[in-house]
């Protein structure tokens, strides 16, 4: 009986043990796809080896932006076991995948060098204005080259405004109106 009663409290700990240290995961300052697909890697610091490698879903195309959802990544952090928190306010996240065309030679752009643009003159731009509570997409074009973090002129192409916005990955930018 004693032997029994060891044995159930031992299980007991064993069990409790594994629940209790789930492995705390934070998702990553800039979440890049390198191949095929987005893994738990790519999204979460912390990913241990054995879930890392998971594919959550298909990767945009090389110098493309995609995103996912909170609820996605809040489900598969909980299938895979992990302990994540969700930031709040935070709805999605986007996913760059590098690659697409470089220029072999720097371009300039006012005399700076613009080897690492994401965007390059001429260039159609998907642009985004945030504002609280909604956020609106459209195409425009790019009228001088830019770097992420970067401020550059584009054309909204309907109405031949010149809009300024910031750079946030390959072939995308944010305006605030």
Do not use: K
């Not at 550059?152 to 910031?166: E, F, K, Q, Y």
Request: charged content about 15%.
């Amino acid at each position: 009986m004693l032997h029994r009663l060891c044995l159930a409290v031992c299980l007991y700990f064993l069990v409790a043990a594994g629940v209790s240290h789930a492995q705390t995961v934070t998702l990553r300052p800039r979440i890049e796809a390198g191949g095929p697909a987005i893994t738990m890697g790519d999204v979460f610091v912390g990913a241990p080896a054995e879930v890392a490698g998971r594919a959550l879903a298909p990767s945009p195309p090389p110098g493309q932006v995609a995103s996912l959802s909170m609820p996605v990544l809040s489900a598969a952090a909980s299938a895979a076991g992990l302990d994540f928190t969700a930031p709040a306010g935070v709805n999605a996240v986007q996913i760059v995948r590098p690659g697409g065309a470089r220029a072999t030679l720097p371009a300039t752009a006012g005399g700076r060098v613009m080897a690492d643009a994401a965007i390059r003159r001429g260039e159609t731009v998907n642009l985004v204005y945030q504002m609280p509570g909604m956020s609106l997409s459209m195409r425009a074009r790019a009228l001088e080259d830019g770097a992420v973090g970067q401020g550059i002129r584009l054309l909204n192409t309907a109405s031949n405004r010149t809009i300024d916005a910031v750079v946030t990955g390959p072939g995308s930018a944010r305006a605030n109106p």
